[in-house]
Structure formats: structure tokens, C-alpha cells
């Protein structure tokens, strides 16, 4: 299911954690739901859960998210 689709803007100016950020789903998620991204999100996870938090979901945590490992 699609909860969100962003609107297109120039990749120069926006990545795609960016535009991950922007969608606000920080009050639209809770502890039950599991969102699957590719590797180019992993470094964005950490800001979007602080949000969350300061929004007063503290139900969302690492556990809420799967990304593929990352090489090393």
C-alpha cells in the first residue's frame, strides 16, 4: 500500500531522505506499522525517529523500518 506519494522535485536540490522527511509521517505512523526502503534512506532513520519524538510519537523505533545491509 502507498501511504505517500511525494512530489517530484529536482534531484540536484533534494535527496531522497530529504523528501523522506518532508512527507511529515511523524503522527501518521504507530508501533505497528513497518515501512521497507532501499539502502539510500539508513542515515535519514535516526532524524526522522528524533521527529517523531518531538511530535510525541515515541512508539516509532528502528524496529518500525527494514533496509537492506549495507556492504562493507
Not at 531522505?17 to 505512523?29: C, S, T, V, Y
Request: include cysteine.
Amino acid at each position: 500500500i502507498a501511504i505517500y506519494v511525494s512530489e517530484s522535485k529536482p534531484c540536484r536540490n533534494y535527496n531522497d531522505g530529504q523528501m523522506f522527511l518532508d512527507m511529515k509521517l511523524e503522527n501518521k505512523l504507530n508501533e505497528h506499522d513497518f515501512l521497507a526502503f532501499d539502502g539510500g534512506y539508513y542515515y535519514y532513520f535516526e532524524k526522522f525517529i528524533e521527529n517523531c519524538d518531538k511530535k510525541g510519537n515515541d512508539k516509532i523505533n528502528t524496529n518500525n523500518f527494514m533496509f537492506p545491509n549495507r556492504k562493507k
